[in-house]
């Protein structure tokens, strides 16, 4: 790969976005926590892709860089769809998830700001790609945006390795969700930073 053009995807490449990230999430210590059986887990992520994210597509904020990397962006004013999501986890989510799942879930709506904010619900580089600089270019598209529109970012870490990567992008551990056996949350905002 020789460009990290960041393009936005359109609704046709749905089901390329879908891919990367759910080769992107296949290690990730939440969503195998959610569906520790592989092919559970690759018949499930394509569909929370779309009910947590799949917003991103019609409102122009969905991303790509090539086949390397994706992220879906909700715009201030934009969630995800509750009620897909609770109806996939219901169906396919492990049986030791609904446990502790709710709690963590309610945990995570906690945090999430009350003022305008974009929100990154996912955001994955294929394991061939990592590294090399697909996800701060995907961060970046959007923070840039932020800075110069005064608006806050926001996210949940699943994933540990991942907090440095979005410290160096200005966002900050505003908390912890963690409930029995799950892994640990991080919710992170972004505040608008100024130019130098």
């Known amino acids: 790969m020789t460009t990290l053009d960041v393009k936005v ?22 969503t195998r926590w959610t569906w520790p059986d592989p092919k559970a887990y690759l018949e499930a992520f394509p569909h929370f892709a779309s009910a947590f994210g799949g917003a991103a597509f019609e409102k122009g904020s969905a991303l790509r860089v090539g086949s390397a990397g994706a992220a879906l962006w909700l715009p201030p004013g934009t969630g995800p769809d509750e009620t897909a999501l609770n109806d996939l986890m ?83 551990i505003v908390g912890r969700a ?8 991080t919710p992170m905002l972004r505040r608008p930073q100024r130019r130098r």
Not at 13 to 26: G, N, P, Q, R, Y
Not at 147 to 170: C, F, K, M, Q, T
């Open 9 to 30: 995807a359109m609704a046709d490449e749905k089901a390329a976005v879908f891919a990367i990230l759910t080769l992107a999430f296949s290690t990730d210590p939440a």
């Open 90 to 172: 219901m169906r396919t989510a492990d049986a030791a998830t609904a446990i502790d799942g709710p709690q963590l879930m309610q945990q995570m709506a906690g945090h999430h700001p009350k003022e305008p904010h974009w929100y990154l619900p996912l955001l994955g580089v294929d394991p061939a790609h990592q590294n090399s600089g697909v996800g701060s270019a995907l961060l970046r598209y959007v923070t840039d945006r932020c800075d110069r529109e005064g608006v806050l970012a926001y996210l949940e870490s699943s994933n540990p390795r991942n907090i440095p990567l979005y410290e160096r992008h200005g966002f900050e």
């Open 178 to 185: 963690q409930s029995g056996s799950s892994p640990v949350i």
